[in-house]
Structures are given as structure tokens and as C-alpha cells.
């Protein structure tokens, strides 16, 4: 799962996307409404988490464009504690609203019950130079060639994909694929990549799965 971190303070803005990326979370950080904007045309997210006292365009704003053009799930940050100011944001179309300061326990319960009202879109099928999946199918080719992948295998390739080019942490990759906590001890995640790539990569050009050394694996037709 992918969160947009709209924060200008660096500090809270570095916490959360460190307790974040520690809960299995990737994270984006955008310091004001503009970058925020931009990121939200450009990239996919599944929640944005958005301080209201921005430095150009305020919360509120950033709000109401993004509803011009997506409905991802929006928890409110902010010091602001009025009920009015609680109402309006509702109103402009935010899903949740935390005042600072928060208990991360709490944010954290927050996101998750955010995410699972949200039907999660998937696409019947997804491209990557000659590799194709198909979902709805439960299928996978290669230039062509039909490749036999386990459930786990298939679910692991699935999340590679969907997250193409981005760099997916073994945590995240073990709760999203496994629903377990990572542990540093368990190989399950290095044990699956080396299978995966044995089936999709061994034997084709280009090499589409990468180690990102330090930080986890991506798909993506560049190393």
C-alpha cells in the first residue's frame, strides 16, 4: 500500500513515513499543496494523509481539487481542533480527521480501517516489456510462453507488478504477500524472489527483477 504524506514540517513528516515504511508501508512525501497535487496526478496512491496549514495551497484546497479527479481515502492532520473545522473538512470530502498531537497507535488503527472501507481496484491484467498477467485469468506468458507459477508466486509477481519501478521492502512485501510481520530471521521473501526469477527471468531478456541493495526488490524494465 502506497501513501501520500502531504506534511511541511520535516520533522513529523520524517516520523510518520518512518513508523509507515516500518508497518510495511511505502511512503511518498510532498512538503506543500502544489508537489501534493502533482504527485496525486501522476502516481497512484491508496490514502493520503494531508495536513491542513500548508505553506501555498492549504489542506482545504488540496482537498477539493483532489476530489475533482480522485476519491482515495484522506485522514486530516492538523492542530486544528474546532468542531467547524472538522465539519468543513468532512464536507470538502475527507474520510477521517486526527488532531495533533496523535498517538501513532492511533493513526495507525486509523489508516487500516481507512483501507479496508475502500474496495480495492485491481486491473484485469498487467504489462511489463514482454511479461504479461493476467489476473481475472490467473495466468502468466512471457514472450509468448505460458509459465506455471504457485498461488504465492503468482500473488508476489502480482504485487511486483502493480507497483512497477517502485521499490518494495521485504517487510512489505511479506505482510502484503504473506499477511506475516517481517522478521530479519525469516528468508521466506528471498526464498520466493529466487523461485519467481528462476520462472520469469532466467531464460528471458530483458532481466525485469531487480535488488535494490539495503532496501528490497522492483520490477521494471531498468535495473
Given amino acids: 500500500m502506497h501513501i ?36 496525486l496526478q501522476q502516481q497512484q496512491f491508496d490514502l493520503a494523509l494531508l495536513d491542513v ?26 492542530a486544528r481542533d474546532h468542531v467547524l473545522d472538522r465539519v468543513k473538512g468532512l464536507e470538502l470530502g ?20 481507512l483501507l479496508r472501507r475502500t474496495p480495492r481496484m485491481e486491473q484485469e491484467a498487467y504489462q511489463v516489456s514482454n511479461l ?9 506468458q512471457r514472450d509468448g510462453q ?7 508466486e503468482f500473488a508476489l509477481l502480482q504485487l511486483l507488478m502493480e507497483h512497477q519501478g517502485q521499490v518494495m521492502t521485504r517487510s512489505q512485501i511479506a505482510s502484503m504477500v504473506w499477511n506475516i510481520n517481517f522478521n530479519t530471521d525469516t528468508n521466506v521473501v528471498d526464498v520466493a524472489i529466487r523461485r519467481l526469477r528462476s520462472k520469469i527471468d532466467d531464460h528471458f531478456s530483458p532481466r525485469l527483477i531487480h535488488t535494490v541493495r539495503g532496501m528490497g526488490y522492483k520490477l521494471d524494465e531498468r535495473p
Fill in 94 to 113: 475527507a474520510d477521517d480527521y486526527l488532531s495533533k498531537p496523535f498517538s501513532y497507535i492511533e493513526l495507525l488503527a486509523r489508516i487500516k480501517s
Fill in 132 to 140: 504479461l498477467l493476467n489476473r481475472l485469468k490467473h495466468e502468466v
Fill in 4 to 39: 501520500l504524506i502531504i506534511e511541511d514540517e520535516v520533522k513529523i513528516a520524517d516520523y510518520l513515513a518512518k513508523g509507515l515504511n516500518e508497518s510495511g508501508y511505502s511512503t511518498t512525501i510532498a512538503r506543500n499543496g502544489v508537489e501534493a497535487l502533482s504527485f
Fill in 53 to 78: 496549514m500548508l505553506p501555498d495551497l492549504d489542506g482545504w484546497q488540496v482537498l477539493q481539487t483532489l476530489r475533482t479527479f480522485s476519491q482515495i481515502p484522506v485522514l486530516m492532520l492538523t
Fill in 146 to 152: 505460458k509459465i506455471e507459477l504457485s498461488q504465492k
